[in-house]
């Protein structure tokens, strides 16, 4: 490197990268403890753990280094049916994501690891890689894939490896897809399932650098209108097309997906569900929709802390379902949308819903409101006095959301991103929460 600036450099894009690939790492080994044969999350969690080892290989971060290798040694052994998949190894690999977090913590703060002990959690992981298990199923090839997916017949492929077998060097996919047998989103889902495809076709921008750029985008909107009367016609209409479309792109480099915001919600969820002794499953849906890069940003803390506060105060205990007639399994849905100029986030349990009158109870007692105040509101007002400041009906402080305060702070960070909360409680029946923020011109609907 030419620089010690290259080089902080370089280790600020490897730690912020590392934290991406851990994301994806966790969501993939909490859906492996649901299906644990699947050999496209095997594949996609030992890529993200050889990516952070190699590079840490480079810069030298022999701790981060050594736990990744004997994760990837564990994950090696599942993916080769050499080690079985069970409670502590899921455990032991969601521990490696905990520990890389706190060495980046280190790295991120002066470029050198902390001295983290990682003894303990090396030893779980080598216990596990003496686990038995059964031989792994062969990895099925792309076109019995194909075929198993109903998007070609026996004789397609065939076709099209006698194609090869004539010449083309083509894979038999781009062989299939000029020929109109299958389209692109067929592929791409093929790939997937075969665990081949998962590394986004993107680079990361600063979001300064992004707003200057449409700074620049809209004075180059002015002086287009200010030459059109000049220019002959065709001409004029090229320069409109070309500006307006070049506003758009710049737009559209300002927006991500909303599921960046929720990548963390899976291990979340299984993790308060296991400190809490309840049974959560976690539903996400819309992610297609869009948001604006500094929402993004805003909307991920009040998405955690509604998580949070769902899981440990609005679902019930299995027991408690059971006799609420109830299965003892919760559903906690995460889904965003757009609607007209705004993004559209809910959160959404099948729990208790919100106790109005204990609501009303604590806000008296805690001199939030008046009886006479209190006697005016309808019942939805008296629900939404949870966003108030400091309210609490938590009966005790719990390890999974500390003091159960409101929902103040979702509110108040919501409202300083522009946007607004709505709460619907449905007593014995569940609560949502539905974050309403503006939605950028570029967004996708």
Sequence with gaps: MDSDLGIDELVGEFVVECREDLDGFDQDVVALEKDPGSRAL????FRALHTIKGTSSYFGFARLEAVTHLGESVLAGLRDGQVGFAPEVAAALLGVTDVVR????????DGTEPDLDTAALEARLRQCLTRTGPAAAPRQRFGETLVAAGAVTPGDIAWAVAQQAGGDSRPIGAIL????LVDETQIESVLTLQGRSGHEASVRVDVEALDRLVQLVGALARARDEAVPLLPGGTADRLDEVTRSLREAVLRTRVEPVERAWSSLPR????LSEASGKQVRLLTEGRGTSIDRTLLAAVKDPMTHLVRNAVDHGIETPRERRAAGKPAEATLTVRA???????????ADDGRGI???RVARTALDQGLVTPEELSALREEEVVALVLRSGLSTAREVTSVSGRGYGLDVVHTDVERAGGSVELVSTPGLGCLVRLRLPHADGGSR
Excluded at 177 to 180: D, S, V, Y
Excluded at 268 to 271: A, C, H, I, T
């Design 42 to 45: 095997l594949d996609a969690a």
């Design 102 to 109: 706190s060495l980046l913590v280190g790295i991120e703060r």
């Design 177 to 180: 897809l000029e020929a109109g």
């Design 268 to 271: 979340l969820v299984r993790d």
């Design 337 to 347: 949308r757009t609607e007209e100029h705004e993004v559209v986030v809910e959160v």
């Design 355 to 357: 106790d109005v009158a």
